[in-house]
């Protein structure tokens, strides 16, 4: 099955630097890669996703690339505010397994003032 | 929120005791999972339903059964919880047509679940 790691556990930035966290899959046949935030107490929210197909896609302040040679995907989130301040965990789903999920232990991102 | 609900929102149990967890859907889409977060664990999947009575094991499915008898209910059971099963409950649905496709999963709310 697919193994996805992710790093750093923990990141802190000052509040309008940039953030970066990375993934790496075991599964070449991953092609979907998600992003979820998840807020103290709240569900998982998808906040940007990325498909085999495309190597970078951004939406405002955040941006996913995606290195398929090497398999791994980074989330990249510019500018950063206070309410950026949460858990993020990325996913690789299998083509063909029902859009099954496997997911990252996470990053704890603190942004300070 | 995706038209997801789940039941009991919090749930503090026995060893040994039967339990279940409902995941409520408006959305009527087919794929429904069922995932547990633990800390240092990020989620994992437990089983997942692509139809009605059409269900399937996921990664950690030890201790836990399913049943989906309406489009829009998955239903979670621990026949006799463990200690090991407090965790956080996250139901999921997909709007994906059939197993070839990719698409987006939206969560639920979550049930916190303590067994004592």
């Known amino acids: 099955g697919e193994n996805v790691e992710q790093h750093p556990s923990t990141l802190s930035v000052q509040e309008g630097d940039s953030a970066v966290i990375k993934c790496t899959y075991s599964d070449s046949a991953s092609n979907y890669f998600p992003w979820y935030k998840q807020e103290l107490g709240k569900r998982p929210q998808l906040i940007i996703d990325i498909r085999s197909n495309v190597g970078e896609k951004k939406d405002q302040r955040i941006a996913v690339t995606l290195n398929k040679t090497a398999k791994h995907f980074s989330l990249h989130i510019t500018e950063t505010q206070p309410e950026d301040s949460a858990v993020y965990f990325c996913a690789a789903s299998i083509a063909g397994t029902a859009s099954k999920l496997t997911f990252g232990t996470g990053t704890r991102l603190q942004v300070t003032l | 929120d995706a038209g997801i609900t789940q039941s009991p929102r919090h749930k503090v149990t026995e060893t040994g005791t039967p339990v279940t967890l409902r995941c409520h859907q408006t959305?009527?889409?087919?794929?429904m999972y069922w995932y547990r977060q633990d800390p240092g664990h990020g989620l994992r999947l437990i089983h997942y339903s692509y139809g009605v009575k059409d269900t399937d094991k996921g990664e950690v499915s030890d201790g836990y059964s399913v049943s989906r008898s309406k489009t829009e209910d998955f239903l979670l059971t621990l026949e006799s919880a463990t200690s090991s099963q407090t965790s956080v409950y996250f139901c999921a649905i997909s709007e994906a047509l059939d197993s070839s496709s990719t698409d987006t999963q939206y969560f639920g709310p979550g049930t916190r679940l303590t067994v004592l």
């Open positions: 959305e009527n889409h087919r794929y």
